[in-house]
């Protein structure tokens, strides 16, 4: 029998991933996924997608990833098993996409005084679609003004870098308290992205009901860290590779996955 896989964070072209979320249902089955989650930043359009259902291959539960501030720092929040049709989920969604609209505007700004001038024909999104700075960054490409992708976040997008705007923020408390009344479970994305330790202690405080402790390229080492934080803290452990397509050609959809035992305790959970 095949080892049972769910991989629960992956990007679709509703955000900053390249491939739509049919095409990542047909990928997930094809490389045998049993589990998954598509956790778009800011929106939940790909579960409008009539191709987004949970079949007998592959059991699907509703994801988002929500950008939120805590003490200034940028963090990302994982919902789970929510109602994508819940209003405050919805509601939610639109002010970050008004959010994202004002904030590329800045960046463009910044851009320009830069001399690096883009248009957002050329930044090249259809309304509706949420904008980040992976789109900015695959124009600058286009236009000649950097190599990369990589580039152009090490050396303008990334955050503290000189083309940086980091827009209007939404707590990490609010935030979890939408997923909650919306059905859903909150968990710390990758924890092992975020480099200052209070930052993790004050997460650890708010109403988390779980973390992501199985993570991208990271290996088991790595991972150890926080498998041991979550048994210490009674969270719910929760895994994914943070597959974005081309975008981030390094990482495979099905890098990191969690078990069937693993997965099932998320699933009661919501
Ligand atoms: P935004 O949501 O607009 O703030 O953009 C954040 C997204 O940019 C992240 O979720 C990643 O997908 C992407 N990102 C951040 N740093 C890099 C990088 N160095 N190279 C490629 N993509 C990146
Ligand atoms: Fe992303
Ligand atoms: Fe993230
Ligand atoms: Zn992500």
């Known amino acids: 029998m095949r080892e ?29 996924l049993q589990g998954l989650s598509i956790t778009d930043h800011d929106t939940v359009a790909a579960y409008n997608d009539p191709a987004v259902v949970s079949s007998e291959e592959l059991t699907i539960i509703t994801g988002v990833e929500f ?21 405050m989920i919805l509601d939610l969604c639109s002010r970050h996409t008004l959010r994202r609209k004002e904030r590329n505007m800045e960046i463009l700004e910044l851009l320009k005084k830069h001399e690096m001038p883009l248009t957002l024909e050329d930044v090249g999104r259809e309304e509706g679609y949420n904008v980040g700075r992976p789109h900015i960054a695959l124009a600058m490409v286009r236009k000649g003004y950097v190599p990369s992708v990589q580039v152009a976040f090490k050396k303008y997008l990334g ?3 000189s083309c940086y705007a980091p827009g209007k923020t939404f707590s990490v408390e609010t935030t979890l308290d939408i997923i909650h009344i919306a059905g859903g479970i909150g968990v710390i994305a990758h924890p092992h992205l975020i480099k200052k330790g209070p930052i993790i202690s004050r997460l650890l405080e708010l109403e988390f009901d779980g973390i992501e402790c199985i993570y991208g390229n990271f290996t088991s080492k790595d991972n150890a860290r926080w498998l ?35 997965f099932d305790k998320i699933l009661e959970a919501t």
């Open 159 to 161: 955050e503290g870098c």
């Open 228 to 262: 041991k934080i979550a048994a210490h803290k009674e969270l719910l452990v929760t895994g994914g590779s943070d597959f974005h397509g081309e975008v981030k050609p390094a990482i495979a959809l099905g890098a990191s996955y969690i078990d069937k035992a693993t």
């Open 4 to 32: 049972f896989k769910a991989d629960l964070h992956c990007h679709s072209n509703c955000s900053d991933g390249t491939l739509s979320p049919s095409e990542i249902i047909q990928l997930a089955k094809s490389i045998g």
């Open 67 to 87: 950008s939120c501030s805590v003490n200034g720092e940028s963090i990302h929040v994982l919902g789970y098993g929510f109602d994508p049709k819940h209003p």
